[in-house]
């Protein structure tokens, strides 16, 4: 059953501290990507990653960190330094570039609710 | 990328076909026409692209005018489930990097 699944579906971490959501697929796609969401908001970017061992700063990195060491998983770390961290967070991939030509179907996950207490 | 703009909100009823708009005045001739949903609290879900013609799949169509400035998602026959955000994007296929998620359309299918 192919996907993409991120764990946990609701997280709850106290303010000051580092909080890793995984994201993992089976789609054996290249591209993996993080967006935050807000509340009645659309979906802004974070990182992006078009291949193992290589990742982009998105729109709004600043307080994140990310690692794409294989190319099923590409986890984000909510550091202490992210000002406002409550939000929902989406993972999703795509099958990336081959020559000139993007693909850009992304899919996604279910998502990870963050709660800063 | 060019921008698009979609209205704020919408209403349809069970079982009649829903239309959402989407204006994109500035897309370039390389540029794709993607919508998505996003059910409440769950993930976006890919629907349809097209380039300049008309698109069918087994959710949706995707009807694109011939100046290609504007284009209309429809539902044929919606259903309660299909109440969601639907996200209009234009892209191009030689772009890399992330698809850019505005507000999108809120589709209300009451009974």
């Known amino acids: 059953d192919g996907g993409i699944t991120q764990s946990p579906k609701y997280l709850f971490r106290k303010e000051g501290q580092n909080v890793t959501l995984s994201c993992e697929q089976n789609l054996n796609h290249d591209a993996m990507y993080w967006y935050r969401q807000d509340p009645g908001q659309g979906l802004r970017l974070i990182y992006y990653?078009?291949?193992?061992?290589?990742?982009q700063k998105g729109d709004i990195a600043e307080g994140y960190s990310v690692s794409r060491e294989k190319k099923e998983s590409f986890p984000l770390t909510v550091t202490s330094a992210q000002k406002n961290p409550t939000a929902f967070y989406l993972c999703?991939?795509?099958?990336?570039?081959?020559?000139?030509?993007?693909?850009?179907?992304?899919?996604f996950g279910p998502g990870t609710r963050l709660t800063v207490l | 990328d060019a921008k698009t703009t979609q209205p704020t909100s919408m209403d349809c009823a069970e079982g009649r076909a829903a239309n959402l708009p989407c204006n994109h005045s500035t897309i370039s001739g390389n540029e794709y026409v993607y919508w998505y949903r996003q059910i409440h609290s769950q993930g976006p879900q890919y629907i349809i692209h097209?380039?300049?013609n008309n698109e069918t799949n087994e959710m949706a169509s995707l009807i694109i005018t011939e100046d290609r400035k504007s284009s209309t998602l429809i539902l044929p026959h919606a259903t309660l489930r299909d109440t969601a955000v639907y996200y209009c994007i234009v892209k191009g296929r030689g772009s890399q990097g992330n698809l850019i998620f505005g507000k999108g359309t809120k589709l209300s299918v009451k009974p």
């Open positions: 999703a991939s795509s099958m990336g570039t081959s020559g000139a030509i993007s693909y850009n179907e992304q899919f």
């Open positions: 097209g380039l300049k």
């Open positions: 990653s078009q291949i193992v061992n290589d990742f």
